[in-house]
């Protein structure tokens, strides 16, 4: 992934591998007191720092469990070798059925369907709307361009380059949102530090986080579909 943004951006290899050697170093100093602080904030895949924290705050980290489930069970001889291969025989079947799908112009990616599985649904689903935004974005280029005209290919790609670097952007802005947000509730050793609504307002929480979401949704797609200058 990072090789290929910097090809978008015209970066030579040796340069980006310099980079990436920096990013190492920067990232082994600066990593482990953010993790620390989000353990203190919210505990982290099961583990708690305090007793008596609510569990729908914790950071499920899927990726860091599912490593130290591999680990444990081929340390302790219990490795569930069952479920193992029924993940590869799903995996067998999605690779047959993407290979004949891809005759018609559509896909069924192998990795998608294992990062459905393990990735908890709050994490799967900003990825399904993502898809379905991304989906109806191309259609509609699609009709707005010819494929096949160089000047038209262009125009394409520049409106799909502008959504990725949007999507960066709010992906990134999450993150250090996050960040951000967890000193007061380290400091507070409540994530309930910040809050300003009675617990009346809780019922309509989930409908407002929609809305926010359609709206947020909508606003992407205008901003990619924006004609682009030049």
């Known amino acids: ?73 081929v340390f302790s001889h219990q490795l569930e070798w069952s479920m193992i291969a029924t993940g590869a025989v799903i995996a067998a079947i999605c690779i047959v059925i993407d290979e004949m799908l891809k005759k018609r112009g559509t896909r069924l990616p192998v990795l998608a369907v294992g990062l459905g599985i393990y990735l908890p649904l709050d994490a799967s689903t900003p990825i399904v709307i993502g898809g379905v935004l991304s989906h109806l974005i191309n259609q509609r280029l699609n009709r707005l361009y010819h494929r096949g005209r160089a000047e038209d290919e262009a125009k394409v790609a ?8 949007l999507s960066c952007g709010l992906v990134a802005g999450a993150s250090l949102m996050g960040v951000i947000l967890a000193i007061p509730f380290a400091i507070k050793q409540s994530s309930d530090a910040l809050r300003i609504m009675p617990d009346a307002y809780m019922p309509f929480a989930g409908l407002l986080s929609l809305i926010v979401t359609l709206l947020l949704c909508v606003w992407i797609y205008r901003v990619v579909m924006k004609p682009q200058r030049g």
């Open 158 to 165: 520049s409106h799909k380059h502008h959504g990725l670097l």
């Open 1 to 73: 992934q990072d090789l290929k943004v910097g090809e978008i951006v015209g970066a030579t290899p040796w340069k980006q591998q310099v980079m990436l050697i920096l990013g190492v170093l920067v990232t082994a100093f600066v990593i482990p007191p953010i993790l620390q602080l989000l353990y203190n904030a919210y505990g982290i895949g099961g583990v708690f720092p305090r007793p008596n924290m609510d569990p729908a705050q914790m950071l499920a980290a899927p990726q860091a469990g599912l490593m130290a489930a591999v680990a444990k069970g």
